[in-house]
């Protein structure tokens, strides 16, 4: 009876695996070509080489046969053919479908995990760090930054880490009436104007990067000073006399509102000739023109780190578009009145504020729902030093800012703003008269009687929420009225409040009021005009620079002619420069005397 192993070497089954195995590396060229019959050279060849040549397939036979029956016993040689076959083939990456055809799907999930912390480790090499110095604590929290915005949550506390209180500004203009809208792409401003101007500007560098040392001699003449004021790159113009025409490829009444792609390829603007105006950013060459809303257009906003574009307009409607096929995607209804504003992030959804129906809607684009959150709340803490009159109801909602996926912050003319959830209906947290109240009026100004009842003066109002920013995924936000300057608050660390933090307003006035000893909380700044919209762009990698805030000033309102500021008003715009704040050192001791103190 014979066994296994009496079984000839031809006779046994070899093993073959069902998953595809790597190509195995071939030990000599002849191996895989000489197990047929050896065919004899072409040319005339002694009777002697044939007799070798029939000897030497002989025994290479048996040699395979030998190598058989090793394989079937064990798999050592065919494992050891496959690392050297990876070996041989060096990174193993060249083409990414045959390294991927073999892995499973836990081998995938590490591969590119090491591939992705290898990006990572790149990038802080570039930041200035040596390979083997970099620390293993910074890549966690880049991973950690990273995961949380993904997850739509936020993650960086700014407010704490800006020195608002140091900012410097600066201030541009190009003979224009009100700028209504402003957009940033670093280092790129664009602004609009109610006279059809689109303007291209680009912000200057930092101080100590526009005038780099290239030689190690110390120079003989001081440096010049350095540039604040943006420069002109290029500007567009519209032309009220060219409505009726259809192949007018520019505005023909009022640019209401202006954004800029995150690859910074397109800039988009929209105005009451209902009309939306997709540009080359380069050249402010216009590229495409829609028609498709029936009113205004009034806010414009992108997806971020997308091309695609979300539209709101006075015809109630939100209309989604695709850059990349500049194409219209569809339309989304359910505002009750004209929408005012729209915001969106990283998700595929968005935030309008509906005017005088008082409700914000987050619309869910791929699930094609609707969140509604009606407004109307007021404070009713009880404020003795404040006429009750002065506290009016919300009758318009305004301005709408994301803070995360789940966060967002909504600007009325009551001069509140209202802190919402997306799990809650009504706001978190309303923080009323923002900006303060109006200056009361006179009996003169309000009666032509010459001895007017002081009874008939109407008590101060407050001041509308006209700008509202937010830097995402972090507290920081940023609203604007006609006070004077730009308001800084916090997002409490609970994420259930908002509390003041400072103001943006020009050096000059800022520098009267610390001579004075004025608190910059409660006096008018020196920004002249209404703040019709603000734009935020970070300094260096992830803000390590600060931050760069770009206000649009007019003297009117951007919507209409309200609020005039005929003598105490600029048509222009504000570039803030917020550096970060300095760390306190520590002084010698301190540490240690703390730690004792614990223990004690």
């Known amino acids: 009876m014979s066994s296994f192993f009496t079984i000839p070497g031809s006779n046994k089954k070899r093993k073959r695996n069902t998953a595809p195995e790597a190509p195995k590396k071939r030990i000599a060229a002849s191996k895989s070509t000489n197990r047929g019959p050896s065919k004899a050279p072409a040319s005339a060849a002694g009777k002697g080489k044939k007799t070798a040549a029939a000897a030497t397939s002989a025994s290479k036979k048996r040699t395979e046969r030998d190598e058989d ?19 041989e083939s060096g990174n193993g990456s060249d083409d990414d479908d045959d390294e991927a055809a073999g892995e499973t799907a836990a081998e995938r999930r590490l591969r590119l995990a090491e591939r992705y912390l290898e990006n990572v480790k790149q990038q802080v090499d570039e930041a200035g760090f ?3 110095e970099i620390d293993r604590d910074l890549i966690n929290e880049r991973l950690v930054e990273d995961v949380a915005e993904s997850k739509g949550k936020v993650y960086r506390e700014l407010a704490s880490e800006l020195a608002f209180d140091r900012a410097t500004s600066s201030f541009f203009r190009n003979n224009t009436e009100t700028f209504t809208s402003v957009a940033v792409n670093a280092p790129y401003a664009y602004t609009t104007t109610k006279d059809l101007y689109l303007h291209k500007w680009r912000i200057q560098d930092l101080p100590q990067h526009q005038f780099p040392q290239t030689t190690k001699k110390k120079p003989k003449k001081p440096p010049a000073p350095p540039r604040k004021r943006p420069e002109l790159q290029t500007w567009l113009r519209g032309n009220i006399n060219n409505a009726r025409s259809k192949s007018f490829q520019r505005h023909v009444e009022k640019i209401l509102c202006v954004a800029a792609s995150p690859d910074g390829k397109y800039v988009v603007t929209g105005g009451e000739d209902r009309r939306l105006i997709i540009y080359d950013a380069e050249t402010l060459k216009p590229i495409r023109v829609f028609t498709h809303h029936r ?30 096929e500049l194409a219209y995607v569809e339309t989304l209804f359910g505002h009750q009145d004209e929408i005012l504003d729209i915001d969106a992030l990283a998700q595929e959804r968005c935030v309008s504020v509906g005017a005088r129906d008082r409700t914000a809607r ?16 007021v404070d009713k803490k ?7 009159r002065s506290l009016p109801h919300e009758g318009s909602m305004d301005r709408v800012a994301m803070i995360d996926d789940e966060l967002f912050i909504t600007g009325s003319d009551n001069g509140s703003l209202a802190l919402w959830s997306v799990t809650k209906k009504k706001p978190l947290h309303i923080l009323p008269m923002a900006h303060g109240l109006e200056e009361p009026l006179r009996p003169d100004e309000v009666s032509a009687d010459h001895n007017p009842d002081p009874e008939i003066v109407p008590p101060p109002q407050p ?7 937010t830097i995402p995924y972090s507290d920081v936000i940023l609203s604007g009225s006609w006070d004077g300057c730009i308001r800084v608050w916090r997002l409490s660390e609970d994420k259930r409040k908002i509390e003041p933090v400072g103001v943006l307003t020009s050096e000059v006035k800022q ?8 608190k910059s909380e409660d006096t008018p700044g020196g920004l002249k005009g209404v703040i019709n919209d603000i734009a935020i762009f970070e300094r260096g990698e992830r803000g390590q620079d600060g931050i760069c805030v770009v206000a649009a000033v007019g003297k009117e309102h951007r919507l209409g002619r309200w609020q005039m500021r005929k003598g105490a008003g600029k048509n ?29």
């Open 130 to 132: 040596d390979a083997a």
């Open 69 to 87: 029956d090793e394989s079937i016993s064990g798999s050592d040689s065919d494992d050891e053919n496959i690392i050297s076959a990876g070996e």
């Open 295 to 324: 009113d205004a257009v009034t806010g414009l906003a992108f997806r971020r780190g997308t091309n695609q574009l979300y539209s709101c307009s006075k015809d109630r409607t939100v209309k989604v578009w695709s850059l990349d």
């Open 382 to 388: 009880s404020r003795p030093d404040v006429d009750p």
């Open 572 to 600: 222009g715009g504000y570039v803030f420069e917020v550096p970060r704040a300095l760390k306190k050192p520590e002084v010698n001791g301190d540490h240690n005397d703390a730690s004792n103190s614990e223990s004690e």
């Open 511 to 518: 520098a009267s009021r610390a001579a004075k000893g004025a």
């Open 463 to 469: 001041r509308w929420i006209t700008a509202l920013k």
């Open 362 to 377: 987050l619309w869910k684009v791929a699930e094609e729902t609707q969140l509604v959150f009606r407004g109307g709340s």
